[in-house]
T-cell receptor, first 112, second 119 residues
Framework: SQKIEQNSEALNIQEGKTATLTCNYT??????LQWYRQDPGRGPVFLLL?????KEKRKERLKVTFDTTLKQSLFHITASQPADSATYLC???????????FGSGTRLSIRP | DTGVSQDPRHKITKRGQNVTFRCDPI?????LYWYRQTLGQGPEFLTY????????KSRLLSDRFSAERPKGSFSTLEIQRTEQGDSAMYLC?????????????????FGPGTRLTVL
């Protein structure tokens, strides 16, 4: 079965720095890879989607890369702010509008 | 607020009791998904619907679990004879489906979840 590994420990960085989160998966590559943000006690919120034939996608301070050879996605938040503190989930979809396979998430803390 | 809503937000029950949760998706979304999340883990897929048709069920969905979406709008998830291991956050999400004419049908919108505690 598919396994997804995200940074196993929480990530603590200084405000203003770039946060980089890692998502590694096994087996075959998904058609779509997504990143979600989740705050305590709330449902996940969609951030970005990247397709298997895309290398990079950007949205404001967010950047996602997708390397199907390495079976890895990197998620970057530039100019990080304390409000970016949350758990970030990597998610795989193997077909359109299908079920999502989530990683366990990485807890990110941005200190002022 | 026109997002996904779930009811109740919290449910405490005794082992062996039956519980039912409700999810109201975004009105124009024809796909509806159920996930379960335990502490420190990402959500795990349970089942999903295209309109009223249940298209896929996870092996996690034992025969004590049943989900319905009778009119293709709201959905219910019932757990019979609850066990302590059923304690978790139950999340509902909705999305547009392929063929909807939109490009954003892979974006799932999640509700706030129902937190179940089985004593």
């Amino acid at each position: 079965s598919q396994k997804i590994e995200q940074n196993s420990e929480a990530l603590n960085i200084q405000e203003g720095k770039t946060a980089t989160l890692t998502c590694n998966y096994t087996n075959y590559s998904p058609a779509y890879l997504q990143w979600y943000r989740q705050d305590p006690g709330r449902g996940p919120v969609f951030l970005l989607l990247i397709r298997e034939n895309e290398k990079e996608k950007r949205k404001e301070r967010l950047k996602v890369t997708f390397d199907t050879t390495l079976k890895q996605s990197l998620f970057h938040i530039t100019a990080s702010q304390p409000a970016d503190s949350a758990t970030y989930l990597c998610a795989l979809l193997y077909s359109s509008a299908s079920k999502i396979i989530f990683g366990s998430g990485t807890r990110l803390s941005i200190r002022p | 607020d026109t997002g996904v809503s779930q009811d109740p937000r919290h449910k405490i029950t005794k082992r062996g009791q039956n519980v039912t949760f409700r999810c109201d998706p975004i009105s124009e979304h024809n796909r509806l998904y159920w996930y379960r999340q335990t502490l420190g883990q990402g959500p795990e897929f349970l089942t999903y619907f295209q309109n009223e048709a249940q298209l896929e069920k996870s092996r996690l969905l034992s025969d004590r679990f049943s989900a319905e979406r009778p009119k293709g709008s709201f959905s219910t998830l019932e757990i019979q004879r609850t066990e302590q291991g059923d304690s978790a956050m139950y999340l509902c999400a909705s999305s547009l489906g392929p063929g909807s004419g939109a490009n954003s049908y892979n974006e799932q919108f999640f509700g706030p979840g129902t937190r179940l505690t089985v004593l």
